[in-house]
Structure formats: C-alpha cells, structure tokens
C-alpha cells in the first residue's frame, strides 16, 4: 500500500517542477525528500521523474500516478469532515415507512420537508406498505421508522410515539339519502346502508379502528366491498357503490363525485398515527426525526 505521505510529497514535487523548492514547500530538508521520491519509485518499479539540471520533470508513468494522487489526496482530505457529519448526523440514509392511508395526510410531507431543509445532505429511502410488514421491517432494521395507525404490539422491543389523531368522516356518493342532511351525521345512522371499505390486509389499522368505532355504536358496518388502496374505494363510492367513513385528510379527493360529512358518535372516532421505531436502534437521524415530531 502506498504511503499517503510520500503521494503528497509527489504531487509537489510535480507542482513545483523542482525538489529544493517542493522541500521548502513540505517544509522539509531536500535528502529526506529525494529518499522519499526514490523510494516511490522503487516501489512502483517505474521512473517518475526526470532529472534536469535545473530541476525535474515528470514522465508519463508520473503524470499517470500524479492524477491518481491527486484524487486519492483530496478523498483522504474529505474522509474527517464526512466521518464527522455521519457521526452529527448530517449525512447518510434515513428509511422511513408508512401505511397508505398515512401516506395522505398532510403531516408526512410537511415532515419530510422540515427534515430536508435541516438535513439536506441525508437521504431519504421511503417505503409504503401494510403495517405488519412494516412492523417486521423494523424489527430487521430496514427501516429507521415508520408510521401506522396503531402503537407497536408489546414485547418486540419497538417504541410508539403519538404523532396525532386525525378524525373519522363519512364519505358518501352525491347521491346518497344522507348526502342532503346539513347537520354532522350519527354514525348510528349508518347502519342501515352498504359500506365500502379498505381491505384489512392493506390497512389492517384503519379498518380495526373503523370496525371498532361501529361496534362501540352498537352496529355491524355491511361491508359490500373492500378495495386494495384508500383512494381504490373512494372510486368505489363515487360509482355509487356504498359509503365509508375515511380519515379527514381524504376530504380533499374526489370532491365532486363525493359528499364528505362530519362523523358524530358517543365515542369519538379517530384515526391515530404513531411513529415506531427500535426501543435500543441508537441512531442520531433517527433522533434528528423525533425532534422534529416533538
């Protein structure tokens, strides 16, 4: 391996075109230097420079390891800085994942925003999928965090942070009987009519928590049809299809076909997001996100 010491000394020597005035330059007697350029050569087994009497100059072979120095010098220069911004930080990777239905909400991006302007320099790997998969990618480190609907099950070592709670509304087609009642609806008034739903396995959360919110008003939704995806059913709903009660964030979609109300209960319907990640990942890009969630 060639010492990096006698590459700088090299390249200045080359600068210079003269060995007294690359020492004066290395701040080092002319002898050490001539051994030190010698010596490279020897062990290269290549004539690097040419003698003059006036100074040197270098050979093809120099001018070949001359370019090759100076991109080994200015790597090794870079090395500290980038060492240190990976250990603050400010470099590297960040692998964030999250469920469809979070995935509309306005908090991702406004996150992913505020994070690249404090750390423009990390890179962000995002990955959208069901929430076991994302549990698992967790635990196997593949992932940095993730957000779902629900707090991690106990015992697998992750943490939950509460991020929010969104609230629950009634998606309807503009022509469902409902869709002319000024007043927020009851979700008891539901019960009578078909729902469309996101399918468990996608959004195993936010169905759970939908399902859960119909029992606690005493009613088993008729679920007539389950879509792949969020915005899958509210095609579903615009053709007429049934209805079904969405995060608030989809308010925005669809808006013509579709009729969105205000969702009452006793018990009030949301739809939670929590940010899970390793209880003991020591990871500071991952400390940088939850500050930026607090």
Not at 49 to 62: D, H, N
Not at 89 to 106: A, C, D, K, R, Y
Not at 232 to 259: H, T, Y
Request: charged residues 20%; contains cysteine; glycine residues 4%.
């Amino acid at each position: 391996m060639i010492d990096i010491h006698k590459l700088n000394a090299f390249v200045v020597v080359v600068e210079e075109s003269n060995i007294s005035r690359a020492a004066v330059r290395l701040n080092m007697q002319q002898p050490p230097l001539t051994r030190m350029i010698k010596s490279l050569e020897d062990e290269l087994k290549a004539t690097l420079l040419k003698r003059l009497p006036r100074g040197v100059e270098v050979t093809e072979a120099g001018k070949a390891l001359y370019q090759e120095a100076l991109t080994i010098l200015a790597h090794a220069q870079a090395i500290p800085k980038r060492v240190q911004n990976i250990a603050q930080g400010l470099e590297g990777q960040m692998s964030i994942g999250f469920t469809n239905s979070v995935g509309l909400h306005p908090f991702l991006p406004a996150l992913l925003r505020n994070f690249r302007e404090a750390f423009s320099a990390v890179s962000i790997h995002l990955e959208e999928d069901g929430s076991s998969s994302l549990i698992d990618s967790i635990i196997n480190e593949k992932n940095d965090i993730v957000f779902l609907r629900k707090p991690a099950p106990i015992g697998l070592g992750l943490t939950s942070l509460h991020v929010l709670d969104e609230p629950l509304i009634v998606a309807l087609p503009n022509n469902h009987p409902l869709a002319v009642q000024q007043d927020a609806i009851h979700i008891l008034d539901l019960e009578p009519y078909d729902f469309v739903l996101y399918r468990r396995l996608a959004g195993q959360d936010l169905f759970d928590n939908i399902l859960a919110s119909c029992y606690q008003a005493g009613f088993s939704p008729k679920i007539v049809q389950e879509a792949p995806r969020l915005t899958s059913s509210l095609n579903l709903i615009a053709a007429g299809i049934g209805l079904s009660i969405v995060p608030e964030a989809i308010r925005d979609f669809w808006n013509k076909q579709i009729i969105y109300k205000t969702l009452h209960a006793d018990t009030p319907c949301i739809a939670p997001i929590y940010a899970v990640y390793k209880q003991d990942f020591d990871h500071i890009r991952l400390s940088h996100i939850l500050n930026l969630l607090k």
